[in-house]
């Protein structure tokens, strides 16, 4: 860009996770795509002007190789062939009608994404149930937050994943953080937990010596080691000791739960030394943490996936919840109860409709009020909306079963790399008849596709944004798609049409968002209040903000969201899950995120200084581990269990512990991790178990490719 060139700044937010750190993009006026984009940090609450790698290198995406120009569709040669907009929608129009008129509407299927904009999920949700009327729509991130989900919902009776502003831990003097790799995962976060490494409070829950774990050293806190699969007895523990000593807030308790006398029973069994034997937390360390978070104020519980992703994920997150009310740290103002959502947009891609079970406005649909509402801002009968679908997983499952799914559209979402017992789900995505996948890139799971449909990138879309926080932000277009690029809502409006479905599909962003917030008012997430002129300015809006409000920064300071404004208190315990457990010569699998991936690696491993960073799926041992199967650092290995089998680099660390094997998930093919995890799921949330499994672990010989 030289000097005599106009410069065009954008004031927007990163497209990765839920921090939606703010950006600015500076480009040459006139600029389309492929042109040289500028990223700048921007101050903003949760990130203050910095960013991750990520971040920094987020322009890189829109001029990477591979970029999806043209709408795609498979050939009789079984290729992918560039086709017309009016062709492949015409195609894709007919199949679903001749798949539905044969098989019934269930039979065509929808898979959302937590990347998608507000507008995008409402218009998915909304076009799955009018135009296919289907109930077979979920997306990824029942894969993230649905257990997190479920605990607050039976809880507090509202899901939003922190209650309180971010900015609020910064006067923290105690935070524990349970299952969550926030250096790694959303590096501007620590930020905000200065104040605590200072006054030595900050606890760190991880199985792993993780970068997070480090920020403990020197005094500046805790690190706690468990036994994968054990945080849940872990946290009946910690409970255990509050309440028999004395240290629970007795006041709050009767004043302001329901259940605190099932909490005490619950947990009398869990005293220090039997969690110590289950968990391997020493029994003073334990007691330790306990009188370090009810000692004083500023004390905040935190939980993440490591602790949620498992068949027991919404119990533990109960577990934590039941810690922070006997505390009585939810609703005070320098204090609290938190779960950090992950996916870009996985606090408002859960409340719009692309749930199974939700309309907008975080809407149940078996109720008969809503599905009226909801209705009447659609301009139909409630009659026609369909009922519950079924969550992800088993939505997955069943692709292309008999009574299955014969056709899917998945938007935002790589499921042949993110879905568990990832094997058993690309078996399914070839059974189907018809499989529609809308991406900018060829990922993984588009490469399977029978027609695939190019859509636009972050930077080149107009929308919203709901943050960890439940803060609405805007997204800005900086620069306009490639030529042939189509926005999805654009292509739901012309394959609704072709469907002579009921309803009126806008294609304008604003104009969805102002239907969206007619369609939430006066459910849990309403939007109704929340308008441009706020969002332009960049208000901090936080749902809910009804009609004549500036929203709602802080949750239940004066009640909880149930009918008698009384927190629920569900006492949990501790099941079997044998599976978890290694037989003699096996490791415990555990899974999670580098710095330098994200999600699926779809995006991320197309950035080459990211790629280079971590080209390779590499899978950590500790050295006792590594000398007892023969591996040195840089060996190639296979790990396999019943499901499948991946190959990895090995890297040798202390930093896990000798029984356990750590491999990140965002590589594909014969590293696809989640070729290894288990789909069984927790009863409530339907959340599959990613984070802990049994695995055989070799050193191999691979032969070298001139």
Request: aromatic content about 4%; charged content about 20%.
């Amino acid at each position: 860009m030289t000097d005599t060139t106009a410069a065009v700044a954008t004031a927007t937010h990163c497209p990765y996770c839920a921090l939606q750190c703010a950006m600015t993009l500076t480009r040459a006026e006139g600029a389309s795509a492929g042109a040289a984009v500028v990223v700048a940090g921007r101050d903003f609450p949760t990130n203050r002007g910095g960013l991750c790698k990520k971040g920094w290198t987020s322009a890189e995406l829109l001029r990477a190789p591979g970029r999806l120009t043209a709408p795609l569709v498979r050939g009789d040669d079984g290729e992918l062939h560039e086709t017309g907009w009016d062709a492949v929608l015409d195609l894709i129009a007919e199949r679903v009608v001749a798949i539905r008129a044969e098989h019934g509407a269930d039979a065509v299927a929808v898979f959302g994404g937590g990347g998608l904009t507000n507008e995008k999920a409402y218009q998915l949700g909304k076009f799955a149930r009018l135009a296919l009327g289907t109930s077979r729509i979920d997306y990824n991130g029942r894969f993230c937050m649905s257990s997190a989900a479920a605990a607050g919902n039976r809880a507090f009776g509202i899901d939003r994943g922190l209650p309180f502003p971010l900015a609020d831990l910064d006067a923290a003097s105690t935070v524990l953080l349970l299952g969550t790799n926030v250096a790694a995962t959303m590096p501007p976060f620590i930020g905000h937990l200065t104040g605590a490494q200072d006054a030595g409070g900050l606890i760190v829950v991880d199985p792993r010596r993780t970068a997070t774990a480090r920020l403990t050293d020197e005094g500046r806190g805790i690190h706690l080691q468990p036994t994968p699969g054990t945080d849940l007895a872990l946290l009946l523990g910690l409970t255990h000791i509050v309440l028999a000593e004395g240290l629970a807030d007795a006041a709050y308790l009767a004043d302001r739960t329901v259940g605190s006398d099932s909490l005490r029973r619950s947990v009398a069994g869990w005293w220090p030394e039997r969690v110590a034997s289950v968990t391997g937390v020493p029994a003073p360390t334990l007691r330790t943490v306990a009188r370090r978070l009810a000692a004083g104020t500023g004390v905040y519980i935190l939980t993440g996936r490591g602790v949620e992703q498992h068949v027991d994920g919404t119990d533990t997150a109960t577990a934590a919840i039941n810690l922070a009310l006997a505390l009585g740290l939810p609703g005070r103002r320098d204090s609290g109860y938190g779960t950090l959502t992950g996916q870009g947009n996985g606090q408002g891609g859960r409340e719009h409709g692309q749930k199974c079970d939700q309309l907008p406005g975080y809407r149940k649909i078996t109720d008969p009020a809503a599905r009226a509402h909801v209705a009447a801002v659609w301009g139909v009968d409630p009659s026609i909306i369909p009922g519950p679908g079924i969550p992800a997983v088993e939505l997955l499952q069943s692709l292309g079963t008999p009574g299955g799914p014969r056709a899917l559209l998945v938007h935002g979402s790589n499921v042949v790399v993110s879905a568990p017992n990832a094997s058993v789900v690309r078996a399914g995505l070839e059974r189907l008849d018809l499989l529609v996948v809308s991406d900018f890139f060829l990922s993984e799971t588009a490469a399977l596709a029978d027609v695939v449909l190019p859509v636009p990138q972050w930077a080149e879309e107009e929308g919203t944004m709901t943050n960890l926080e439940g803060r609405v932000l805007r997204r800005r277009r900086a620069l306009t798609p490639p030529e042939g690029v189509r926005d999805e809502l654009w292509i739901l409006a012309e394959l609704a049409r072709r469907l002579d479905a009921p309803g009126t599909y806008a294609v304008d962003a604003r104009e969805v968002f102002g239907e969206l917030r007619r369609a939430s008012a006066g459910g849990i997430a309403d939007y109704s209040g929340i308008d441009d002129s706020l969002l332009d300015a960049g208000a901090p809006v936080h749902w809910p903000c009804p009609v004549g409000s500036l929203g709602t920064p802080r949750l239940f300071a004066d009640s909880f969201g149930h009918p008698d404004g009384r927190a629920r208190i569900v006492a949990v315990s501790p099941a079997n899950h044998d599976e978890r457990i290694p037989a003699q010569g096996e490791l415990t699998l555990i899974t999670g995120r580098l710095l330098e991936h994200y999600q699926s690696g779809a995006q991320t491993r197309r950035v080459p200084e990211l790629a280079q960073a971590q080209p390779e799926v590499r899978a950590t041992l500790h050295p006792a581990a590594a000398d007892r199967y023969g591996i040195a650092e840089g060996d190639r290995v296979e790990l396999s269990n019943g499901r499948g089998v991946i190959r990895a680099t090995a890297l040798i660390s202390r930093d896990v512990r000798p029984g356990d094997v750590f491999v990140p998930f965002h590589f594909a093919g014969d590293g696809t991790a989640n070729l290894l995890t288990s789909d069984a799921v927790d009863p409530v949330s339907a959340m599959p178990e990613f984070k802990t499994g049994a695995v055989s672990v070799r050193r191999i010989e691979e032969a070298i490719v001139a």
